[in-house]
């Protein structure tokens, strides 16, 4: 306990003498507590506890605490419709590094659509226009087959030309004419060919984006809850946004939502609103939803908003959005701590048609608690481990590389322009009618695309039907035929070139049908992953900023939050948070039953016996109830309030049989050392009257110029400066085990080796000395900076070493533990010396001497001082010697010399020595002082009866 408690009450030696009457108030007031110590404990307890819970720090607890309910809950199911598609690190080192341009995410839901997904869900924001890129479909497919149409049809027509010349089908008169007509058509042409260049080769990404996703149909893009990105199409976005993207059909006639969303944004850095998704985008898009995760207090994410209220209608969450999509309830109804989908389909069998209310359960701030999955994110040692099915985006990105190989080897199968007599062989008119097959599905896509066509069941069953015929292609045995023909060639020229020539195409056919057979393989795995599922689509590479802490990991990419509540939903295995106020009248009541319980039992292992037995029913009543009925009570005061009443009914009715030796020890901890306390406590019997005369040392301090301080202040600032200064000094006294004896006003007595004897106890008083002097420099500095002081406080220190009486002092009612005698008042005088020297610590010869040269110091005067006649050989201690600055030591070692000189009246060479001290330390009151003295004495003559002792007129 701080000194500075006890300084109040012992400002003055009257009122410090009244410590035993205040030590009988306090034992009691703790025999009454002890009489109703099982009710005070308990509630007190509870009003902690229940106090507690209402803070940061106890919320967090709280929140540890549900996850360990969390952890040893049975695992939750897992919808297998759920989908993760990874932007991870394998697409982007595929790929390239993120963001990518929008026709790559396109092409990936295109190919989405075509594997069997059903549901698309973004967990990426576009609130800005795409990069414009290359048409790649253009460039790798449309740009080759019209330039080489435009090559072809331009050499036929010149070896029409040059032929009929040579032929005379056209009369070399007319060759001119016939040839400028023709320039003019060939560069027709190719001005033709330039201008489909520059109009096809780049593409709109948003565009191609936007029709991707009308492809795909039920996708879904974000509607950020807060307001992040503003520009010149804000308010058309916002308000189409608005109109379409937003759901009206909510009631909330307590208008909790709109409360909940402004707290929830409330300390936001943005403005509160919404911030879609492009308009492009948006629009062909089937919804969208707010990503925004709630991050507990301790960084954890547990619960989330399902809705957020925007002037007077609402967006929902996410995945909530597609949710009420599935569910297609005819209302969403806000009642108290519910929210209700009224009239919605069966989660777990849409398609079945029957309907029915769905009650979500909400906490105290209207969010929805995730169940989460136990499971990691991803596990690469354990794939099975990990929660939720994944795939990359590059499986998909792959699906479109490996099938567009697999026409890139049609087109060079039509380039090996094999013939026979009537004309190409058979294998090449079914390469070109499969290209052609091909083209007519590209054109039927982007029908699909631009909405001119919804027969997406024909299209799909068509793509089957193609490949299943290049399949057949494949294995047709055209190869075959094509060796068949070399063979004949050879027999009849003898060229053995044909073999190498059909073992080649032979070689390529079958890298062909390798190349068909891993892209059926892989399309196959891409179709059973796929079919039907509910994708959601996120970044969760290695070096994405979106990681977040749920319960079970401390990194998990957040697009697994998304999918861990569309799990919660759809499974309805919902957490049900009990309110706050119950867990407070829950607490009311174990405390009381606590209370009432500990009171009737009378023996220590009863009361340990059912406070252990309390503590494991309510913490596995609390287990149980999570962990069979997913309900949540607040565990936190309830169990506290249980474990901590049984430790302190227990420590306290331990600490009661204790009262005697802690009652003493707290009262004279305050002005004893901690030593001397412990002494008194092993043997009472020291509080008798009496006392023993012991060589020991006082110390006396004062401060200067008090009366002027105590003018500039009110009392009670004066009080508290006081205090301050005294808890400083008088634990500098207690470090050096001496013991306080009194204050008296701004004065400190103390005294060093007793009761305890301390062989160096004037070093240890000297020591005390000094360091007050360096304490006191430190605090002037931050009283002063702080403006609590209008001057800096100034110690004066007096000290003796002698024999004295210590020991108890008074009546048997009223006792000090105090010490007398001459030693004593010559200390007190010592302490007043200082002001005729300029010094601030002075000390008898007595104590100099017993020292041991541990401090660095000066002589000054022999003094006698009023009341003692014996003169005293003063010393002034100036720092401890090892401590002592070089500039220090050289003043002290030319003060002792002048000092000398002086006291043998070699007066010339004293102010010269003094002169010196000064040079030294311009600001040396005492150099100066004594300078003064030996000009005066120089001057005026030296008496006859002169003598360097000097007799002190005041105190």
Not at 804 to 823: L, Q
Not at 830 to 857: C, D, H, P, R
Request: one cysteine or more; charged letters at 25%; hydrophobic letters at 40%.
């Amino acid at each position: 306990m701080p000194c500075f408690l006890f300084h109040v009450l012992y400002l003055s030696e009257s009122s410090r003498n009244d410590l035993e009457d205040r030590v009988k108030i306090i034992a009691g007031i703790l025999d009454y507590l002890k009489k109703k110590l099982e009710y005070a404990v308990a509630f007190i307890t509870l009003a902690v506890f229940v106090s507690l819970s209402l803070t940061e720090s106890g919320v967090k607890i709280e929140y540890g605490m549900y996850d360990t309910l969390l952890a040893i809950k049975p695992e939750v199911s897992e919808r297998k419709d759920v989908l993760l598609v990874n932007i991870d690190d394998e697409a982007i080192e595929q790929i390239g590094a993120w963001p990518w341009t929008r026709d790559i995410i396109g092409n990936a839901l295109v190919r989405l659509r075509e594997s069997g997904g059903r549901y698309a869900v973004f967990d990426i924001e576009y609130l800005s226009p795409g990069q414009t890129g290359v048409n790649r479909n253009y460039v790798k497919t449309e740009f080759p087959a019209e330039y080489k149409s435009v090559h072809q049809e331009i050499l036929q027509y010149l070896s029409d030309f040059s032929g009929a010349v040579s032929s005379g089908s056209i009369p070399v008169e007319y060759a001119v004419d016939v040839g400028t007509e023709m320039s003019g058509y060939i560069d027709e042409r190719l001005n033709g060919l330039a201008e489909s260049i520059s109009s096809n080769i780049f593409q709109d990404n948003d565009e191609y984006f936007a029709r991707s996703l009308k492809f795909f149909g039920k996708s879904y893009l974000t509607i950020n809850a807060e307001r992040i990105n503003t520009n010149d199409d804000t308010e058309i976005l916002n308000k189409w946004a608005y109109e379409n993207r937003l759901w009206t059909n909510v009631l909330d006639p307590g208008g909790k939502i709109a409360r909940e969303t402004a707290h929830t944004y409330r300390d936001s850095d943005f403005e509160r609103g919404i911030a879609p998704a492009i308009l492009p985008l948006l629009q062909a898009s089937s919804g969208a939803g707010f990503p925004n995760v709630i991050i507990d207090e301790d960084g954890v994410r547990r619960r989330i908003e399902l809705l957020a209220e925007h002037e007077g209608a609402y967006v929902a969450q996410l995945v909530f959005s597609p949710v009420l999509d599935i569910l297609k309830p005819e209302l969403l109804e806000r009642r108290g701590r519910t929210l209700i989908l009224r009239n919605a389909l069966d989660p777990k069998n849409p398609e079945s048609g029957q309907r029915s209310d769905i009650s979500i359960p909400l906490d105290d701030h209207g969010r929805f608690l995730i169940n989460w999955l136990k499971r990691a994110f991803t596990s690469v040692s354990d794939p099975t481990d990990q929660s939720f099915r994944h795939i990359s985006v590059y499986a998909l990105k792959l699906a479109d590389d490996l099938e567009e190989q697999l026409i890139d080897n049609l087109s060079r199968i039509t380039e090996y322009g094999i013939r026979d007599s009537s004309g190409f062989l058979p294998y090449h008119e079914a390469a070109v009618w499969l290209l052609s097959s091909y083209a007519d599905l590209n054109a039927w896509k982007e029908s699909l695309m631009d909405e001119s066509r919804n027969d997406y069941s024909g299209y799909f069953a068509a793509r089957d039907e193609f490949f299943a015929m290049y399949e057949e292609y494949l294995t047709g045995g055209y190869d075959e035929e094509i060796k068949t023909v070399f063979d004949r060639i050879k027999e009849a020229t003898g060229d053995s070139r044909y073999d190498e020539l059909s073992a080649n195409i032979m070689g390529n056919f079958q890298v062909y049908r390798d190349q068909f057979a891993l892209y059926r393989d892989h399309i196959s795995r891409l179709e059973k992953e796929c079919e039907g599922s509910f994708c959601i689509i996120g970044y969760s590479g290695v070096g994405t900023s979106d990681l977040g802490v749920n319960p079970f990991q401390k990194s998990y990419a957040n697009v697994g939050t998304h999918a861990n509540i569309y799990n919660t939903i759809m499974t309805q295995e919902f957490i049900y948070p009990f309110p706050s106020w119950f867990s407070w009248i829950l607490s009311f009541v174990l405390a009381l039953v606590s209370g009432i319980a500990y009171r009737r039992i009378k023996g220590l292992k009863g009361r340990i016996l059912f406070g252990l037995a309390s503590i494991v029913v309510v913490y596995l009543s609390f287990a149980a109830a999570f962990a069979l009925f997913r309900v949540y009570i607040h565990v936190f005061a309830p169990l506290m309030t249980v474990v901590v009443t049984f430790l302190l009914v227990s420590i306290l009715k331990f600490i009661f049989s204790e009262q005697e030796k802690s009652f003493l020890r707290k009262a004279f901890t305050m002005y004893l050392s901690s030593d001397v306390v412990n002494q008194i406590v092993e043997d009472p019997s020291l509080l008798k009257l009496g006392g023993q005369e012991k060589q020991i040392t006082a110390l006396f301090t004062d401060i200067k110029s008090f009366s002027t301080l105590s003018e500039k202040v009110t009392p009670e600032h004066l009080v508290e400066i006081l205090n301050k200064y005294l808890t400083v000094m008088s634990d500098i006294v207690l470090e050096q085990k001496g013991t306080i004896d009194k204050y008296i006003g701004d004065a400190i007595v103390s005294f060093f080796g007793a009761p305890i004897d301390l062989p160096d106890h004037a070093s240890r008083a000297c020591l005390a000395a000094v360091r007050m002097k360096q304490a006191e420099e430190k605090l002037n500095e931050e009283m002063m900076a702080a403006n609590e002081t209008p001057m800096p406080i100034y110690t004066r220190i007096g000290v003796n070493t002698g024999a004295m009486v210590v020991g108890n002092m008074g009546t048997d009612n009223k006792m000090n533990y105090t010490i007398m005698g001459n030693d004593v008042n010559l200390a007190a005088r010592l302490e007043g010396v200082n002001k005729a020297y300029g010094t601030w610590i002075l000390v008898s010869e007595s104590t100099w001497n017993q020292t041991n040269g541990m401090f660095l110091g000066r002589k000054l005067d022999r003094v006698r001082v009023v009341g003692i006649n014996t003169p005293v050989q003063l010393y002034n201690i100036m720092a401890v010697r090892s401590e002592a600055s070089g500039r220090m030591v050289a003043l002290a070692e030319k003060f002792n010399s002048a000092i000398d000189a002086y006291r043998e009246k070699r007066f010339g060479d004293s102010i010269i020595l003094f002169s010196k001290c000064l040079e030294i330390e311009p600001d040396d009151a005492a150099s100066s002082i004594f300078l003064e003295k030996v000009h005066k004495l120089v001057k005026e003559g030296v008496p006859p009866d002169w003598s360097d002792v000097v007799n002190m007129t005041s105190k």
